[in-house]
């Protein structure tokens, strides 16, 4: 076995009770295959964990720039679609918003993953309330084959929500 140089300190390991171990550190070592760095078995795993969220982020990163220009193509005049980011490290979805002045309201398009398909939510700004699309008859975030589809319910959501401020304005 060749000596492993740890992750954490950079120090020469060495081996104890067979296994690759870090007397600086005191951590047992394991070989983090992408880095190519040995590493404790708890950082493995924190690295696993941040590298199959990068993954997700760049895949949601693609499925929006790819499905953006679908988007454009359903929206009613005025309104605009884009490239949204809450955070560093989270997630793109496709943001959709009506005419500046009408509402302070957002609809959010979140691409699929591998366990559903797309989901919408809507953040009103004015009444501080975010809600996602529910299904028929029951408590379920609703999910669609197709970004086409979940833009139509957006907008349909986002305009209910126009309607809804209308319906609460002083006449």
Request: aromatic share 6%; charged share 20%.
């Amino acid at each position: 076995m060749t000596r492993p140089v740890c992750g954490t300190c950079a120090t020469p390991g060495g081996v104890r009770d067979g296994r690759p171990w870090c007397d600086t550190c005191r951590i047992w070592l394991v070989l983090h295959e992408p880095t190519g760095q040995w590493v404790s078995y708890a950082d493995h795993a924190s690295r696993d964990r941040a590298a199959e969220t990068a993954r997700q982020v760049a895949a949601s990163a693609r499925q929006v720039t790819d499905n953006l220009p679908r988007v454009h193509r359903m929206l009613p005049e005025g309104w605009t679609a884009r490239p949204h980011q809450a955070m560093d490290g989270a997630p793109y979805t496709i943001a959709i918003d009506a005419p500046g002045g009408v509402i302070d309201a957002t609809t959010y398009l979140h691409p699929p993953t591998d366990a559903s398909g797309w989901h919408v939510s809507v953040h009103n700004r004015v009444t501080g309330v975010g809600f996602p699309s529910y299904t028929d008859g029951g408590a379920r975030a609703a999910s669609f084959d197709t970004v086409e589809a979940a833009a139509t319910d957006g907008i349909r959501l986002l305009r209910g929500e126009i309607h809804g401020l209308a319906s609460r304005r002083p006449r």
